[in-house]
Nanobody
Framework: DVQLVESGGGSVEAGGSLRLSCVVS????????MGWFRQAPGKAREGVAHIDSDGRKNYADSAKGRFTISQDYGKKTLNLQMNSLKPEDTGTYYC??????????????WGQGTQVTVS
């Protein structure tokens, strides 16, 4: 079974940092591009960052300059370093495999998410 397990969320003050991780199992990690998404209360899920198989990275405008996506193929882990956090970054963060070059997730694989609260 495909499993994506996110961790690293928490409550921080504005300006603080968090590092999220997502451990993947159940499929060949290197065969897919990966992305981070978030969903704020009452809002639709949105893409935050994605990384392609050639290492190219792309970020939502709201994340540029503050967030860094990375991955470790050996550990089948996707990471998101979040610095200079703002209250508007509050939400549940999810990782997912995506079509390379964007945030489209036709596979419908999602983890349980990890909560980030910035006050």
């Amino acid at each position: 079974d495909v499993q994506l397990v996110e961790s690293g969320g928490g409550s921080v003050e504005a300006g603080g940092s968090l590092r999220l991780s997502c451990v993947v199992s159940g499929y060949t990690y290197s065969s897919y591009c990966m992305g981070w998404f978030r969903q704020a209360p009452g809002k639709a899920r949105e893409g935050v960052a994605h990384i392609d198989s050639d290492g190219r990275k792309n970020y939502a405008d709201s994340a540029k300059g503050r967030f860094t996506i990375s991955q470790d193929y050996g550990k089948k882990t996707l990471n998101l370093q979040m610095n200079s956090l703002k209250p508007e970054d509050t939400g549940t963060y999810y990782c997912a495999p995506v079509v390379c070059g964007g945030w489209h997730n036709p596979y419908n694989y999602w983890g349980q998410g990890t909560q980030v609260t910035v006050s």
